[in-house]
C-alpha cells in the first residue's frame, strides 16, 4: 500500500487542522493506521492509531483531548482531526499502515508499522 499526507500548514495556537492520508494500492479495510510526529533530532514518536473497524482507537496522552482519529474504508483514507493546537504540536507528521488480523492489538511503535507516508509538516505559532 502507497500512502500520502496531506493537510499540514503554519497555524496559531488554539487552531484546528486536519491532515489527511490517502491510501492506494491494497485492501485498505486490512489495514491498522497510525499517525506519528518528529521533531529534527528527536525519535518519531506516536500519535494515535484505528484499528481495521475503527471500533478501537488509541492516543498518545498529550494529544488525547484534542486530536481525533478516523478512517474512511470506502474512500481509502483516514485522518487526524487536530484542534486546540498548541506550539509543541509542531512536527513532521507521518502516516503509517500495517497489515493485522481483525483482533490484533494496536501498536504505538513505529517499527510495526512496514507502509510509511511521506509526512505533512505542521507548524503552530504562539
Known amino acids: 500500500v502507497q500512502l500520502q499526507a496531506s493537510g499540514g500548514g503554519l497555524v496559531q495556537a488554539g487552531d484546528s487542522l486536519r491532515l489527511s492520508c490517502a491510501a492506494s494500492?491494497?485492501?485498505?479495510?486490512?489495514?491498522?493506521l497510525a499517525w506519528f510526529r518528529q521533531v529534527p533530532g528527536n525519535e518519531r514518536e506516536f500519535v494515535a492509531t484505528i484499528s481495521r473497524n475503527g471500533k478501537a482507537r488509541n492516543y498518545e496522552d498529550s494529544v488525547k483531548d484534542r486530536f481525533t482519529i478516523s478512517r474512511d474504508n470506502d474512500k481509502k483514507t483516514f485522518y487526524l482531526q487536530m484542534n486546540s493546537l498548541k506550539p509543541e504540536d509542531t512536527a513532521h507528521y507521518y502516516c503509517?499502515?500495517?497489515?493485522?488480523?481483525?483482533?490484533?492489538?494496536?501498536?504505538?511503535?513505529?517499527?510495526?508499522?512496514?507502509?510509511w507516508g511521506q509526512g505533512t509538516q505542521v507548524t503552530v505559532s504562539s
Open positions: 494500492g491494497g485492501t485498505f479495510s486490512r489495514y491498522a
Open positions: 503509517a499502515a500495517r497489515q493485522t488480523i481483525l483482533t490484533a492489538p494496536q501498536s504505538t511503535e513505529p517499527h510495526d508499522y512496514p507502509y
